[in-house]
T-cell receptor, first 114, second 117 residues
Framework: GEDVEQSLFLSVREGDSSVINCTYT??????LYWYKQEPGAGLQLLTY?????DMKQDQRLTVLLNKKDKHLSLRIADTQTGDSAIYFC??????????????FGQGTTLQVKP | DTGVSQDPRHKITKRGQNVTFRCDPI?????LYWYRQTLGQGPEFLTY????????KSRLLSDRFSAERPKGSFSTLEIQRTEQGDSAMYLC???????????????FGPGTRLTVL
């Protein structure tokens, strides 16, 4: 079945790099996403990667995909206090109905200490 | 483009009552999703509409839950005979084909937080 797992908590110092990890089970996933959720706000798409890519960089964000191990990571360079939030890994499942529904992990709480 | 809006933002109800939530997607987005998020968990898919057609329902969506999207615009999610286990954040998202290939960027609303006493 479809399952996405993440570590629950990460604490870093301001200016350090943060690496958030995720594993998924559905080998047919086409796209993998990283969403950010701040208190009282909706989910915000940060970045995504197509399953035939190994890496994608977008400003301070770097996504690495190891398709063989079904492992996805999000690296945030020069982490700021404003990056404190919950980060969700998600895979899109298309199947025969092509709904594009998202399967989310349980979220990683990132705490950035000044 | 004002984003996805949801109403109400908070709802407190007594067990056994019926509640209805509304979602207004981004205009011209033909795809609409409902998710449920409980404390400490990621969102879980409930149901999907393409235009006015409800094309997929999760097993999480018991017969006490019903969703509609008349005319393919706004959507409503009704929960009948609410139970304490229904307490959660209900999220709505809409999308259209924006990313490359088959990917759809889903834009999420702020959610409706339901508390069942």
């Amino acid at each position: 079945g479809e399952d996405v797992e993440q570590s629950l908590f990460l604490s870093v110092r301001e200016g350090d790099s943060s690496v958030i990890n995720c594993t998924y089970t559905d080998s047919s996933s086409t796209y993998l996403y990283w969403y950010k959720q701040e208190p009282g706000a909706g989910l915000q798409l940060l970045t995504y990667i197509f399953s035939n890519m190994d890496m994608k960089q977008d400003q301070r964000l770097t996504v690495l995909l190891n398709k063989k191990d079904k492992h996805l990571s999000l690296r945030i360079a020069d982490t700021q206090t404003g990056d404190s939030a919950i980060y969700f890994c998600a895979e899109s499942v298309h199947g025969s109905s092509n709904t594009g529904k998202l399967i989310f992990g349980q979220g990683t709480t990132l705490q950035v200490k000044p | 483009d004002t984003g996805v809006s949801q109403d109400p933002r908070h709802k407190i109800t007594k067990r056994g009552q019926n509640v209805t939530f509304r979602c207004d997607p981004i205009s011209e987005h033909n795809r609409l999703y409902w998710y449920r998020q409980t404390l400490g968990q990621g969102p879980e898919f409930l149901t999907y509409f393409q235009n006015e057609a409800q094309l997929e329902k999760s097993r999480l969506l018991s017969d006490r839950f019903s969703a509609e999207r008349p005319k393919g615009s706004f959507s409503t999610l009704e929960i009948q005979r609410t139970e304490q286990g229904d307490s959660a954040m209900y999220l709505c998202a809409s999308s259209s084909r924006r990313l490359a290939g088959e990917a759809y960027e889903q834009f999420f609303g702020p959610g409706t937080r339901l508390t069942v006493l």
